[in-house]
């Protein structure tokens, strides 16, 4: 509470002088004001500063220079105050700390308790008695971290100096920092929740009251999304449902639920799905490689960021591909065939695919495979051919085959090759057997010649035969050359193989043989011998001879013969005879007149004899 006058100094003993000290500077004002004397220094500015911002000093102080100045009466040396006032730029707030006339009291306490602060002294008494907090009430809960102070009322028996706010039950000291000059409005917290304030007030002596508390419960809207701190899966799968190995998240005021999705765009904290604690597990609707997007939210609707994770999920595979479509064209002129359709479906993707010419499986590692359909497939020969076709998937599996047919036809330009031709080194007949006529052709023989000229025949000249001649006949004898020729479908005919021939023509043509048997004897000589049986041994043509001894035979083939005669009147009788074709043979055979019963003409009758007619009749000799 203010005081009416300067109390606690002696105010009994001093309010006689006080009083007369008033009216003399009330005289003295009067007597300069009427002299022209320049008050304005020491009654202008500063004093009206003064009262403007200590309105209960001034009034208790009055007009007073010597606040200022150390003359009474104003102008001249100033006061320990007067200077640092000047020195703080005219600022009394600024020097309200500062104790000016030395005496242990600032100027703000000394000023406080209606004492001079430039005079050592003039002080204020002894002060024990600590201010009261009469009143302090916050609101019971805000939204905001200052938080305003709506009542804060305090009392001191000599007046409060300072108020302070704190968060701790502690009374603070009075020196030390936060205490203002009147009370706060308002309080700032570090962290929104539950709090308490307590309020305290301090006089100029330094006393502090007992505090006042009041509580408020701070909560700050939400606008901090929660984080992520760690999403973990493992980098492969064999099922559809993935172990979540780590999903954490924090957040300023909790975590209210947890999401995982396939796509890291941000769900909507209302969208289904949300759980209240992290999930254990992810299950895909199919395998491959996966992408997981983990996310939190709190409770006031706030989404974190996505942590992601990766994982390839690979289920087994025991379903084998299919081929679904295969095709060819119907016929080709080349070993390389064109593939005009290979198509193939899997469950989880074809790897391989494969082409061959027959209907066997092939094994998962077998060579050939390709990672995409072929476009040709080349064959070894040409024919009627069927392909298959085959796929296979990462797992090994090899599928059912599709197959197509084609006949491929090849431009024929490779002419036959006659591997062999022989004929006999001579002939007694103008038909020559051909002994070998053999050949070769890519493709296939169709036509076989044998030719007196080695002039390639054309493919369409007469004369061509499906199978090899067994013969060639010459229109005549003598040193003959055959050639062989062999040609295919196409019209390409071979070169040539060569044989040669003598041929040497025989003339079977029938002569006859002639002539007469004859005997000399006693004197008598070339006497006719008459039945005598003429024959050519081996042969079954014999004759008689006439009367006259004379025979013929005729239409006898030409060769060497041995010509007999035979007859009782004579000795037998022979010769070797050549008859040439178509000639007539002279043959005169003269006997000798046997020893009767002597067939043999060994001058002896025995069985030899007997022997020698048997074997004479029966054509053995």
């Known amino acids: 509470m203010q005081r009416r006058s ?20 009330i005289l003295l004002i009067v007597i300069l004001a009427a002299g022209g004397y320049d008050l304005g220094h020491a009654t202008g500015t500063m004093w009206s500063n003064f009262r403007t911002t200590y309105p209960a000093a001034a009034t208790a102080l009055a007009s007073d220079c010597r606040i200022c100045h150390v003359s009474p009466s104003g102008g001249g040396t100033r006061t320990s105050y007067g200077n640092a006032y000047r020195t703080a730029n005219h600022s009394f707030s ?23 602060p430039q005079d050592a002294t003039s002080h204020p008494t002894s002060d024990t008695t600590a201010p009261t907090v009469t009143a302090f009430a916050i609101p019971a809960s805000a939204t905001s971290l200052t938080v305003a102070i709506s009542t804060f009322t305090a009392t001191d028996t000599v007046g409060v100096t300072g108020y302070l706010v704190t968060e701790t039950a502690t009374a603070p000291a009075a020196g030390a920092t936060g205490w203002a000059a009147s009370a706060p409005a308002n309080y700032t917290f570090a962290s929104e929740g539950a709090k308490t304030l307590y309020a305290w007030a301090k006089d100029a002596a330094g006393n502090v009251s007992a505090a006042l508390s009041a509580a408020v419960t701070v909560t700050l809207p939400d606008t901090t ?30 975590v209210t639920g947890y999401l995982v999705t396939e ?80 198509t193939a479906t899997d469950n989880k993707g074809v790897t391989g695919y494969l082409v061959t010419e027959t209907a066997s499986a092939p094994l998962a590692s077998a060579t050939g495979w390709g990672t995409s359909a ?76 044998v030719t007196e000229t080695a002039t390639a ?19 005549t004898e003598g040193a003959k050359t055959l050639y062989a020729w062999a040609k295919d479908a196409a019209g ?35 006497l006719g011998v008459a039945n005598a049986t003429i024959s050519l041994k081996g042969t079954n043509f014999t004759a008689a001879t006439d009367a006259d001894g004379k025979f013929i035979l005729t239409s006898i083939p030409p060769g060497n013969y041995q010509i007999v005669a035979f007859s009782p009147e004579i000795a037998p009788t022979q010769q070797q005879i050549t008859l040439a074709a178509g000639a007539t043979l002279q043959v005169n055979l003269s006997a000798t007149a046997p020893l009767r019963g002597d067939a043999n003409g060994d001058n002896r009758l025995d069985i030899g004899d007997v022997i020698y007619l048997l074997q004479l009749f029966s054509g053995v000799r």
């Open 6 to 25: 300067l109390t606690n100094k002696n105010q009994d003993s001093h309010k006689a002088g006080i009083i007369d000290k008033t009216g003399i500077v």
């Open 492 to 526: 390409n005919v071979s070169s040539a193989l060569s044989a040669a021939v003598t041929v040497t023509l025989i003339n079977n043509t029938p002569g006859t043989i002639q002539g007469s048997v004859s005997i000399s004897f006693a004197g008598h000589s070339n």
């Open 374 to 449: 072929p476009a040709t497939y080349t064959f070894v020969t040409e024919g009627a051919k069927t392909l298959y076709a085959w796929a296979k998937d990462a797992a090994g599996n090899v599928s059912s085959a599709l197959s197509a047919a084609v006949t491929v036809t090849l431009p024929d330009t490779t002419a036959p090759t006659v591997t062999a031709f022989a004929i006999p080194a001579t002939a007694t007949s103008l038909t020559v057997t051909i002994t070998t006529f053999t050949a070769l052709d890519n493709k296939g023989i169709t036509g076989y010649l």
């Open 225 to 254: 999304a929660p984080n992520v701190t760690a999403f973990a899966l493992p980098a492969t799968a064999t099922s559809l449902a993935v172990t979540i190995t780590t999903f954490t998240a924090t957040d300023n005021k909790g």
């Open 94 to 116: 600024a020097i309200e700390p500062l104790d000016s006339d030395g005496d242990g009291y600032t100027n703000l306490a000394e000023i406080t308790a209606l004492t001079w």
């Open 457 to 475: 025949p054309t493919a369409g000249v007469a004369g061509w035969t499906a199978s090899a001649p067994a013969n060639y006949t010459f229109a």
């Open 263 to 342: 796509t890291a765009s941000a769900p909507a904290a209302g969208a289904t799905g949300w759980t209240a604690s992290a999930p254990a597990t992810y299950t895909f609707a199919t395998e491959g490689a996966k992408t997981l997007y983990a996310w939190a939210k709190d409770a006031a609707g706030n989404v974190s960021a996505a942590l992601s994770a990766a994982v390839t999920v690979t289920l087994p595979d025991t379903t084998a591909p299919t081929v679904t479509a295969f095709a060819l064209p119907a016929t080709a002129t080349s070993l390389t065939v064109t593939i005009t359709a290979f």
